[in-house]
């Protein structure tokens, strides 16, 4: 079982409280009586000696002077001579020693005088007898005391027992008093002060807890100048740096996680690139190696069919030069943090230079060409060049692929903010609607017949995105009514 630290506290202090308020009672209600005892003994004594000196000193005025003694302290006094008639006796009646004519009742039936008388004999002056006494007459007890003056005077001094007693009775009452008093407010004092001194270490291990689940949030903020005090700085130190340190280890494992989970996405990406490469390789090959086998065997003799092959072994293999190149291209960009080589220039200028490149191109599909600047001839950019014209050239490609017979492909520019907005247009068929978005992945194509008729790779559009993206650009596709239209963005100077 446990029991707290308060409980304890309390429980020691205050167990100690009582126990001390009983000793004192048990020692008072036994002990006290006896101390008054010896004092008075000790009072009578001096009195006996102050009586006896006043008397050798001055003899006649002694009757005033016990006169005074016998009523500032409450004793009964007598005087005798040496045949023990009484020379003087106390106006009070309880001295505890029954005399009127001390020589006339010795007959008395209750007194022992022979025993009292002895009592006399035996004393010196400086040596007087005490004794305490049961007075039957009187029915009680009595502090006695018989002294010697000279040789022919003795005195009796009497003092009652019952004062005594009830002066401890009262002294052990009080003590009673004061001791139940004092435990009451003593409880509560330690009461108080074992709250004081655990109410901060309780509270301390409530932060010592909530630190064992990582929760650094509360501290100790009392100011105390003693060992408690000490103890919460050292726990609030020790939380900080558990925080810091912990935080530093949380920052560390989430970098680490991202980059493992890059470079899983990026072996993901390869393994699926490189599936991607081998299918798109597996018909080129077969063509080639189909082919050259026939060539080989000399499947037909006749010239013009061995020019058919030749051509058909030419021109896979230039498809497959063709996407090697661009697999190259986008791997370099993807892979790669391409360093993007920016200069200054005129997009309408990079526009009409390439369509002037293709015109004959242009011209061989029989497409109607055109281009708007919104007549604004001077567009000037900041961005790569090369790669600007390879984004341009992959639009108008395509564009060609899917024209139509007499078709038109049209080129516009526009500005809005910061950044120009190039856009090809080109008549054809509408791109399906959940192919908008995959067209942009490497090797996807839309129609993977019409593709391999135009040798497409269907890697174009996704060095396309490469691009913009390390431009920090924009790029996008949509359906216009009879048409496609592609754009991208570049940074006006
Ligand atoms: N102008 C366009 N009109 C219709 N479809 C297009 C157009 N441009 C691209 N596509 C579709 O997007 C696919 C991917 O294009 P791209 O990445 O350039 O590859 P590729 O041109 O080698 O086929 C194409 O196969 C085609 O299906
Ligand atoms: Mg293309």
């Given at each position: 079982m446990k029991i707290s630290l308060k409980t304890q506290l309390?429980?020691?202090?205050?167990?100690?409280?009582?126990?001390?308020?009983?000793?004192?009672?048990?020692?008072?209600?036994?002990?006290?009586?006896?101390?008054?005892?010896?004092?008075?003994?000790?009072?009578?004594?001096?009195?006996?000696?102050?009586?006896?000196d006043a008397y050798s000193d001055d003899p006649d005025n002694i009757m005033l002077y016990v006169e005074k003694i016998e009523n500032l302290r409450g004793m009964g006094i007598i005087f005798f001579d040496q045949h023990f008639n009484v020379l003087y006796q106390s106006r009070q009646r309880a001295i505890g020693l029954g005399v009127r004519n001390f020589r006339i009742n010795t007959k008395d039936p209750v007194m022992d005088w022979k025993n009292i008388e002895a009592k006399f004999k035996k004393v010196t002056v400086d040596k007087p007898f005490i004794e305490k006494r049961f007075d039957m007459r009187m029915e009680s007890s009595f502090v006695s005391l018989y002294g010697k003056i000279d040789d022919e005077v003795y005195v009796y001094l009497g003092t009652p027992v019952a004062a005594i007693q009830e002066s401890a009775k009262i002294a052990v009452r009080f003590y009673i008093f004061t001791g139940i008093f004092m435990i009451i407010v003593g409880g509560i004092i330690i009461y108080l002060l074992s709250l004081r001194l655990t109410k901060p270490i309780v509270k301390l291990n409530g932060i010592a807890k909530k630190m064992a689940v990582?929760?650094?949030?509360?501290?100790?903020?009392?100011?105390?100048?003693?060992?408690?005090?000490?103890?919460?700085?050292?726990?609030?130190?020790?939380?900080?740096?558990?925080?810091?340190?912990?935080?530093?280890?949380?920052?560390?494992?989430?970098?680490?996680?991202?980059?493992?989970?890059?470079?899983?996405?990026?072996?993901?990406?390869?393994?699926?690139?490189?599936?991607?490469?081998?299918?798109?390789?597996?018909?080129?090959?077969?063509?080639?190696?189909?082919?050259?086998?026939?060539?080989?065997?000399?499947?037909?003799?006749?010239?013009?069919?061995?020019?058919?092959?030749?051509?058909?072994?030419?021109?896979?293999?230039?498809?497959?030069?063709?996407?090697?190149?661009?697999?190259?291209?986008?791997?370099?960009?993807?892979?790669?943090?391409?360093?993007?080589?920016?200069?200054?220039?005129?997009?309408?200028?990079?526009?009409?230079?390439?369509?002037?490149?293709?015109?004959l191109l242009l011209a061989e599909k029989g497409a109607e060409?055109?281009?708007?600047?919104?007549?604004?001839?001077?567009?000037?950019?900041?961005?790569?060049?090369?790669?600007?014209?390879?984004?341009?050239?992959?639009?108008?490609?395509?564009?060609?692929?899917?024209?139509?017979?007499?078709?038109?492909?049209?080129?516009s520019t526009r500005v809005a903010g910061?950044?120009?907005?190039?856009?090809?247009?080109?008549?054809?068929?509408?791109?399906?609607?959940?192919?908008?978005?995959?067209?942009?992945?490497?090797f996807y194509k839309v129609d993977k017949a019409r593709t391999r008729a135009y040798g497409g790779t269907g890697l174009g559009l996704s060095i396309v995105k490469a691009i913009q993206k390390a431009h920090g650009n924009g790029y996008?596709?949509?359906?216009?009514?009879?048409?496609?239209?592609?754009?991208?963005?570049?940074?006006?100077?």
């Open positions: 309390f429980a020691a202090f205050f167990g100690m409280i009582v126990f001390f308020v009983l000793l004192s009672i048990i020692l008072s209600s036994t002990l006290l009586e006896k101390y008054y005892y010896s004092k008075k003994e000790d009072a009578m004594q001096q009195t006996f000696n102050t009586i006896r990582l929760d650094f949030e509360e501290k100790y903020d009392e100011k105390r100048n003693d060992e408690i005090g000490t103890l919460g700085e050292s726990i609030n130190s020790l939380s900080n740096q558990l925080e810091c340190s912990i935080g530093e280890l949380k920052a560390a494992n989430y970098k680490l996680m991202q980059d493992i989970e890059k470079e899983r996405q990026i072996d993901e990406m390869r393994k699926g690139f490189i599936s991607n490469i081998s299918h798109e390789l597996k018909t080129p090959i077969a063509l080639v190696q189909g082919y050259a086998e026939g060539l080989k065997l000399n499947v037909n003799d006749d010239e013009e069919n061995k020019n058919y092959y030749c051509e058909v072994i030419i021109d896979e293999a230039n498809k497959m030069n063709n996407m090697v190149r661009k697999l190259l291209e986008l791997s370099e960009l993807e892979f790669n943090d391409v360093v993007l080589d920016r200069e200054e220039f005129c997009i309408c200028e990079l526009i009409r230079n390439l369509l002037k490149k293709n015109s060409v055109t281009f708007d600047t919104g007549g604004n001839d001077s567009i000037r950019i900041n961005a790569d060049y090369y790669l600007t014209e390879q984004v341009l050239m992959n639009y108008v490609s395509n564009g060609l692929n899917h024209l139509e017979e007499g078709g038109v492909i049209a080129i910061r950044k120009v907005r190039v856009e090809v247009f080109n008549s054809g068929e509408n791109i399906p609607e959940e192919a908008l978005e995959n067209i942009w992945l490497s996008g596709v949509k359906n216009k009514p009879g048409g496609v239209l592609f754009w991208f963005e570049c940074d006006l100077l």
